[in-house]
């Protein structure tokens, strides 16, 4: 997908039209409009600002991504890297076990 098409694809999801997306940005809805158009491309600071009004990575807005990760997810991992190694140790230990314990769930 392009950009403008996951614009238009995100906006949409959170029901928000072309004027409330410009405004949310600092810009309009034409603007937006011709982002989602692809007809001219977003500064790196306006589609920064496009992606957390979205509440996507900047990554998956451009499509250099292909899983979204939300912001809270992203805060998570974060906090997690910036710990103490036992302590990382520890909570991806737990971590592993949730996700396996889930995956054998989902199974049966």
């Known amino acids: 997908m392009t950009l403008g098409q996951n614009i238009t694809k995100l906006r949409k999801q959170l029901k928000l039209s072309q004027n409330d997306l410009g405004k949310k940005v ?5 603007i937006i409009g011709r ?5 001219v491309n ?3 600071e306006v589609a920064s600002k496009i992606a957390d ?3 996507v990575s900047l990554d998956f807005l ?3 991504v292909k899983v979204e990760l939300d912001n809270q997810l992203l805060k998570r ?3 997690v890297q910036q710990m103490n190694e036992e ?3 520890y909570i991806l230990y737990t971590l592993d076990a949730l ?4 995956k054998l769930k989902s199974i049966a």
Request: proline letters at 3%; aromatic letters at 4%; hydrophobic letters at 30%.
């Open 99 to 102: 996700i396996k314990s889930v």
């Open 26 to 30: 600092g810009t309009s809805g034409d």
């Open 87 to 89: 302590d990382k140790k």
């Open 42 to 44: 977003p500064s790196i």
């Open 62 to 64: 451009l499509g250099k």
């Open 77 to 79: 991992i974060i906090d």
């Open 53 to 55: 009004v979205l509440d």
């Open 35 to 39: 982002y989602e158009r692809n007809e």
